[in-house]
């Protein structure tokens, strides 16, 4: 970004290191910090205004025409818990959603990685799974020689790429040939749980207010981060917007009280 736009690395760092990446022009980029809930139980009921921790074959009721959301089956005796996490109940669905999520790569998925390490010919990325993600350079972005990789995509830089393939051990390979994948930067990234991005977002709604309420462009990507670019005001009440969604993150049942505060006019 410049002028206005851009971020001052000085003033801001103390703010995100804990919770975000920020994200300046050819330098190095710091880790993620918090990126799970709690584990602590809330207690509520059928009114979804509260949740309670559930673990697998938790009974848990008569189905009285609700859907079946994740984490449940349905017996012969009732309702059955199938995941560890926290009991989301009211009119239309019945769902167990859970404490804690570690992406697990897909083909086609959107991701944000980080480059950790760099070898002749490839990139490995952090993107937020189990194993990191390899880069090579046949589909990086523009064109580098053997042994030149450093030379455009250097340790600590992040990038927004795409799932090529995954294999039986959920190693992933990734690509930056496509419309709108390129290195970042401007701008900083955030992380939430991808389970609890894609409860929020899901349904497009939460994201186009809160990209009009405060002129911000924000990007989600499958693996649980968000790329925020806009001017360093609007980037902050973003960032304010999310620090306050996490803090609320130990009980999912307050859904509609997060999408109201991503949706908030700015005063």
């Keep these: ?54 673990t697998p074959g938790a009974m848990l009721g008569a189905r009285e025409g609700r859907r079946l959301g994740h984490g449940v089956v349905e017996t012969d005796s009732g309702l059955i818990a199938t995941k560890v996490g926290f009991i989301h109940s009211d009119e239309k669905t019945i769902s167990v959603l859970p404490t804690h999520t570690r992406y697990t790569p897909r083909p086609g ?11 002749s010919n490839l990139w490995f990325l952090d993107i937020n799974a189990p194993f990191n993600a390899l880069l090579p350079m046949s589909l990086g972005p523009g064109k580098a020689e053997f042994g030149g990789a450093r ?5 600590g830089q992040t990038v927004l790429c795409r799932i090529q393939e995954v294999d039986e051990t959920h190693s992933s390979v990734v690509t930056m040939k496509g419309l709108g994948l390129r290195r970042i930067d401007s701008g900083l990234v955030e992380s939430l749980p991808p389970h609890l991005m894609q409860t929020l977002f899901s ?34 009440e973003v960032v304010a917007r999310i620090d306050r ?18 949706s908030e006019e700015v005063a």
């Design 109 to 119: 998925d959107l991701v944000i990685g980080v480059v950790e390490a760099v070898q």
């Design 245 to 262: 969604i996490r803090s609320m993150a130990r009980d999912i049942s307050n859904r509609n009280e997060m999408i109201a505060i991503l």
């Design 1 to 54: 970004m410049n002028g206005s736009n851009q971020i001052n690395r000085d003033t801001c760092f103390d703010f995100f290191i804990v919770t975000s990446i920020i994200v300046m022009k050819g330098g190095p980029v710091p880790r993620f910090g918090v990126e799970q809930m709690s584990n602590q139980s809330a207690h509520g009921g059928r009114d979804g205004r509260g949740s309670r921790l559930a």
């Design 151 to 155: 030379n455009v995509l250097n340790v």
């Design 203 to 236: 349904d497009g709604a939460a994201l186009k207010s809160l990209k009009a309420s405060t002129e911000c462009r924000v990007v989600l990507a499958e693996n649980g981060r968000m790329w925020i670019d806009g001017s360093a005001d609007s980037i902050t």
